[in-house]
């Protein structure tokens, strides 16, 4: 009903850029806000940036001035632009959407498939 597909991942060197997609469709009511987290291998999966439809932004203090989030609400679609990347940074990206399918219903976390960003020489 709801399908959240990333784009953009792939191998970078350090120093370098990536900007990560995410666009949601289907049934959707709204959008309360979208987010990117990321798994590494062996580790949890952590916040990386969120942003609401107002445009609110919030940032992990790991990406803080390297990493931007934006938003194209009229097409339901999420943007990370990536700097400065390092070696840390590899893992599977995952886009996330906080949304109502309908009103009235309550709100609902959904996710996409993922993106793998490495960052290697």
């Known amino acids: 009903q709801v399908q959240l597909v990333e784009s953009g991942g792939g191998l970078v060197q350090p120093g370098g850029s990536l900007r990560l997609s995410c666009a949601a469709s289907?049934?959707?009511?709204?959008?309360?806000?979208m987010g990117w987290y990321r798994q590494a291998p062996g580790k949890q999966r952590e916040l990386v940036a969120t942003?609401?439809?107002?445009?609110?932004?919030n940032y992990a203090g790991s990406v803080k001035g390297r990493f931007t989030i934006s938003r194209d609400n009229a097409k339901n679609t999420v943007y990370l632009q990536m700097n400065s990347l390092k070696p840390e940074d590899t893992a599977v990206y995952y886009c996330?959407?906080?949304?109502?399918?309908?009103?009235?219903?309550?709100?609902?976390?959904?996710w996409g498939q993922g993106t793998q960003v490495t960052v290697s020489s």
């Open positions: 289907g049934n959707i009511f709204s959008i309360n806000a």
């Open positions: 942003i609401t439809t107002s445009g609110s932004t």
């Open positions: 996330n959407a906080l949304l109502r399918r309908r009103r009235n219903e309550p709100l609902y976390d959904y």
